[in-house]
């Protein structure tokens, strides 16, 4: 029987709360999982922004407390932002082979020809930087399947206590959303932890017919669910445009992370509908090149989130290509230094050549960016001052 206790994240700012510590909010609209909010109908989840939110229920005669000016523009702000971003659009191609749902995504030929959705944004905000999550998906007669491949470098530090039927939204793990009959049809929510323990909310769809299994590795952990279309209520029709998200809880943080993150951007909660993708039935899966195209167009946005900023970091190489060149030579320096004017010699093809290299890839890069800055920053100035101090 599947759980659904009202329970939700409340931390003030000034407030050092237990991630185990839950608030009850009975008050105003529903909060991420539409599980309740506070009475001033702030999102549960964001909080740690809003020192004036009061988890109570205003009661006849108390006066509402007000919400700063500020604050509430920039809810405005970041609800305009998403209302103005076009609907995303997963093409949602039928099982070339059934994947065999063990966790396993790298190693398993069902997923290598899928397109891949990622640039997950933070909850009322824009992309999320320190922990990306990426998505694949398939379908036939009798179900949906997911792939779901999520950064994780605290991978070892997580902890569990959820399990099948419990409050799985407790946990690091995915929230799926799926609206299969479109705009006005009901909304299913399924919860999975990052060790598979499985749960549900909007809808109440019976969990317990879906096929779930985790994998952890050393910075990642995989998710892979296999979904009858009978817990939806879907009809698996090709050229069907059904509705949904995917969306990621984030508690392991000791290496940073955005705690709540979705696909489809959204403002205040996780239930947004109206926000939500879209997920076409297709055909058969198309050839090589065409996947790379469609993969392109899918994280379109993303991607030239990513160049902007390798622009960045690149429109500074001046300042340290001719340090490094001439350190390439020095005895105590060149292995460093050819090792830095080699990552920022890739970071300019893939500048030159962006459609030559896969969003993972940028991503990588991006990652990598902020370090190269960094060690070209030290190996300058160390380089100069030996040479400073050779030369005296």
């Known amino acids: 029987m599947c759980r659904r206790s ?16 839950r608030t009850d909010h009975v008050g105003g609209i ?5 599980k ?18 009061i988890p109570t229920t205003r009661h006849q005669g108390e006066t509402m407390p007000k919400v700063p000016a500020l604050f509430t523009l920039l809810l405005i702000f970041s609800a305009a ?22 966790g396993q995504v790298q190693g398993d030929a069902a997923w290598r020809g899928l397109p891949v959705a990622t640039g997950f944004s933070v909850l009322g905000d824009g992309y999320t930087k320190a922990k990306q999550t990426a998505v694949q998906a398939c379908w036939d007669q009798n179900a949906l399947y997911l792939a779901i491949v999520c950064e994780e470098p605290d991978a070892a530090l997580m902890k569990f206590s959820v399990t099948d039927g419990g409050d799985a939204w407790l946990d690091d793990g995915i929230e799926i959303f799926l609206q299969p009959g479109g705009e006005k049809a009901p909304v299913y929510q399924l919860v999975v932890t990052a060790r598979g323990a499985r749960s549900c909310g909007a809808g109440t769809p019976d969990f317990t017919k879906v096929q779930a299994a985790a994998h952890t590795g050393a910075d990642f952990y995989n998710l892979e669910l296999r979904i009858p279309h009978e817990v939806t209520e ?10 949904g998200n995917v969306c990621r809880n984030i508690f392991t943080k000791n290496s940073g992370g955005d705690q709540f993150t979705s696909w489809a951007p959204l403002t205040r909660q996780f239930n947004e509908p109206e926000h939500f993708g879209e997920i076409v039935l297709m055909g058969a899966v198309p050839g090589s090149d065409a996947l790379a ?65 896969a ?14 800055l960094s060690a070209s920053y030290g190996l300058k100035y160390k380089y100069l001052i030996e040479k ?5």
């Not at 969003?359 to 190269?372: I, M, P, S, V």
């Open 36 to 53: 309740g909010s506070c009475v001033l109908g702030c999102d549960v989840r964001v909080l740690e922004a809003c020192v004036t939110c």
């Open 359 to 372: 969003t993972g890839e940028l991503r990588t890069a991006a990652k990598d960016a902020e370090n190269l």
């Open 234 to 243: 879907a009809q698996s029709v090709e050229g069907q445009r059904w509705r």
């Open 6 to 21: 009202g329970r939700s994240t409340y931390t003030r700012p000034d407030q050092q709360v237990s991630r185990r510590t």
């Open 388 to 392: 400073l101090l050779r030369e005296n």
């Open 30 to 34: 529903p909060g991420p999982c539409g």
């Open 81 to 102: 932002v998403v209302l103005a971003a076009p609907r995303l659009v997963y093409p949602c191609y039928q099982a070339p082979g059934l994947p065999a749902i063990d």
């Open 293 to 357: 195209g469609q993969n392109r167009d899918l994280n379109r946005d993303y991607r030239r989130h990513l160049l902007q900023g390798l622009r960045d970091v690149a429109d500074q190489d001046d300042e340290y290509a001719t340090v490094i060149k001439e350190a390439t030579k020095d005895a105590a320096f060149g292995r460093r230094a050819r090792d830095l004017r080699r990552r920022w010699r890739r970071m300019g093809r893939m500048l030159r050549d962006a459609d030559g290299f």
